[in-house]
Nanobody, 125 residues
């Protein structure tokens, strides 16, 4: 299985920006759909964004569309999440995940997939 390690979380004020990174090791992720999920305190984990293997196709939750951008560098075996115009409701632990499976526009972890350990993002007002 691939090992995923997130970094880049932290405390930011409303309207600020953060860039999360997800470094993969153990195997190449270049052929995989990869994504980001988040879990706020007391809530279920939810989908944030996904990207296909080439980076040409990206998908976003409605709540982050227009503010977040997912990207990847297959040469570095890394996936990124650029988060702009952050809101207090974006506060959560963010998890990198992959490979993902896609069905009818929804994304979930494939049987062979892995979760990262998570990185905390806190948006203060």
């Amino acid at each position: 299985q691939v090992h995923l390690a997130e970094s880049g979380g932290g405390l930011v004020q409303v309207g600020g920006s953060l860039r999360l990174s997800c470094a993969a090791s153990g195997r190449t992720i270049s052929g995989y759909r990869m994504g980001w999920f988040r879990q706020a305190a007391g809530k279920e984990r939810e989908f944030v964004a996904a990207i296909r293997w080439s980076g040409a196709f990206t998908y976003y939750a409605d709540s982050v569309k227009g503010r977040f951008t997912i990207s990847r560098d297959n040469a570095k075996n890394t996936v990124y999440l650029q988060m702009n115009s952050l809101k207090p409701e974006d506060t959560a632990v963010y998890y990198c995940a992959g490979p993902l499976r896609e069905y009818s526009g929804s994304f979930s972890l494939a049987d062979s997939g892995s979760w990262g350990q998570g990185t905390q993002v806190t948006v203060s007002s």
